[in-house]
C-alpha cells in the first residue's frame, strides 16, 4: 500500500477530535563516538526516520561526534471513531509521512477505537515528505541505496518481521563489502550470473513495488550500522527451495521468521 492510496483511504473519513493521553518534551542528545541515529532512536524508543525527519541537517549515514540530536516531542493520543492517522496529524500540523514514521506498528488502513497513537509534535513545515528525501539530502548514491534497498526488502521480505527485513538488508550490504557482487544496492540487487538474476524479485518484477514505513525503517537500520546476520551472503525461504540448491550447504548464520540466513 503506497502513501497515495493511504491518503485517499483518509480522506473518505470525517475529521473527528482525538483526545491526549500523555506528551513526551522534546529533548536533545549530544552525540558521542560510536553512535549513529539508529542507536539513539533505539535508545529512547522511538522509530529511526522519525529521529532522521527531526534532524534534517545531518546526514544519518556518518553522523558527527559532538553534534546536537533532537528527539522530537510525542504526544499520544487516543483513536476516536472515524479517526486516521491523516485526520489526526491534520489536526496537529503533521504530515502523514511523519505520522506513518513515528507510528510504524499501526496499520494506517485499520485503526483501532481506544488505542493511541504518537503525534510527533517537533515537526516543521520545512521538512521533507519522505524519509528518503532527508537520506538524498547527503549524496545521489546514498539516496539510490536506500531507494534500491526499500524496495529489495518490501520485494524479498515484505511479510515478514522488521528484524528479518533488516537481514536482508544486511545481506545486500554484506555482499556489497564483499566484492564480486556489485559496488551499490542496485548493482547487487541487479547482477546476472550465469544468466540469471540472483534475486527472483528483479525476475518477476515485484522489484518494482511500493516499499512501506516498516520496509524504510529496516534499510535505514541496516544503512545506520544494525548488523543482525553477520557475516551472511545469502537468505532463503525453505519451504521454497529446492532440496538439491546449492545454499543447503551454506553455514547457517540465523533462522529468522520464514528466512534462514547463511554465509
Not at 485526520?87 to 488502513?109: K, T
Not at 518490501?154 to 544486511?170: F, R
Request: charged share 10%; net charge negative; aromatic share 6%.
Amino acid at each position: 500500500m503506497n502513501i497515495r492510496s493511504w491518503c485517499v483511504a483518509a480522506c473518505t473519513v470525517a475529521l473527528t477530535s482525538a483526545v491526549g493521553a500523555t506528551t513526551a518534551f522534546a529533548q536533545t542528545v549530544t552525540v558521542q563516538p560510536g553512535q549513529s541515529l539508529w542507536t539513539i532512536a533505539r535508545a529512547h524508543g522511538m522509530p529511526v526516520q522519525l529521529v532522521a525527519s527531526a534532524n534534517p541537517q545531518y546526514n544519518p549515514l556518518n553522523l558527527p561526534v559532538g553534534a546536537t540530536v533532537t528527539l522530537p516531542s510525542l504526544k499520544d493520543v487516543a483513536v476516536q471513531p472515524g479517526d486516521s492517522l491523516f485526520l489526526i496529524g491534520r489536526q496537529y500540523g503533521v504530515s502523514l509521512a511523519e505520522m506513518l514514521a513515528a507510528n510504524p506498528n499501526v496499520d494506517p488502513l485499520n485503526l483501532q477505537v481506544g488505542s493511541s497513537v504518537r503525534v510527533p509534535l517537533a515537526s516543521s513545515s520545512t521538512k521533507s515528505s519522505t524519509v528518503s528525501a532527508h537520506v538524498a539530502a547527503s549524496t545521489p548514491e546514498n539516496s539510490n541505496n536506500l531507494y534500491w534497498l526499500e524496495r529489495v526488502i518490501h520485494a524479498e521480505a515484505g511479510g515478514e518481521s522488521l528484524q528479518a527485513q533488516i537481514a536482508v538488508a544486511d545481506v545486500i550490504l554484506h555482499r556489497m563489502a564483499a566484492g564480486g557482487y556489485g559496488s551499490t544496492v542496485q548493482q547487487v540487487v541487479f547482477q546476472v550470473s550465469d544468466g540469471h538474476y540472483q534475486f527472483e524479485s528483479v525476475a518477476n518484477g515485484s522489484i518494482y513495488g511500493q516499499p512501506d514505513a516498516q520496509n524504510v525503517q529496516a534499510a535505514l537500520d541496516a544503512l545506520n550500522g544494525d548488523d543482525v546476520v553477520p557475516g551472511a551472503l545469502v537468505f532463503y525461504n525453505p519451504a521454497q527451495t529446492p532440496s538439491g540448491s546449492w545454499v543447503w550447504q551454506q553455514p547457517v548464520v540465523a533462522h529468522i521468521g520464514h528466512l534462514v540466513f547463511a554465509k
